[in-house]
C-alpha cells in the first residue's frame, strides 16, 4: 500500500492525493485529430440511420453523421438503440438490400407459423371463457 502512493524512494514523502487520469477525453481528442486528418466533412438533414447486423438493428435517431469518400470512412454518433429487425419492419423496407433478404424470409416464415397457428387455435378460444353461473340481470335489478 505504502509504495503505489508513494512518489519517490525510501523516506520521501507521500502523495497527499492519487492523480486521477481522464481518458475518455483524450481518446475523444484522438479520435477527432484523426478524422481531421482524414477530411470528413459533417453531413446535415439526416434524421435516421440504421445499420444492419444479422436480425438485430442498430437504429440512430437524429445522428451526426461525417463522411470521407476519398478515405472510404463514415462516423455515425449519436443515442443508439440496438432493436429486433420485426420491430422496424414497415418503415425500412425500402433500406433493406439482398444482405438482408434471407432475414426477411426467415421473419415472413415466422409469421406465417403464428398465423397458421392462430387459426388452429381459433376454435379454442370458448374453452377459456367461464360459464356464467349466475343469473346477473336479476341481480342488478335488486
Request: aromatic share 4%; hydrophobic share 35%; no cysteine.
Amino acid at each position: 500500500m505504502a509504495g503505489a502512493v508513494r512518489t519517490g524512494g525510501k523516506g520521501s514523502v507521500r502523495r497527499k492525493k492519487k492523480a486521477i487520469h481522464k481518458t475518455t477525453t483524450t481518446d475523444d481528442k484522438r479520435l477527432q485529430n484523426t478524422l481531421k486528418r482524414l477530411g470528413v466533412n459533417t453531413i446535415p438533414g439526416i434524421e435516421e440511420v440504421n445499420i444492419f447486423k444479422d436480425e438485430n438493428v442498430i437504429h440512430f435517431t437524429n445522428p451526426k453523421v461525417q463522411a470521407s469518400i476519398a478515405a472510404n470512412t463514415y462516423v455515425v454518433s449519436g443515442p443508439s438503440q440496438a432493436k429486433k429487425l420485426q420491430d422496424l419492419l414497415p418503415g425500412i423496407l425500402s433500406q433493406l438490400g439482398p444482405d438482408n433478404l434471407a432475414s426477411l424470409k426467415k421473419i415472413a416464415e415466422l409469421y406465417d407459423k403464428r398465423a397458421d397457428n392462430g387459426a388452429d387455435d381459433a376454435g379454442d378460444d370458448d374453452d377459456d371463457v367461464p360459464d356464467l353461473v349466475e343469473n346477473f340481470e336479476e341481480v342488478s335489478k335488486k
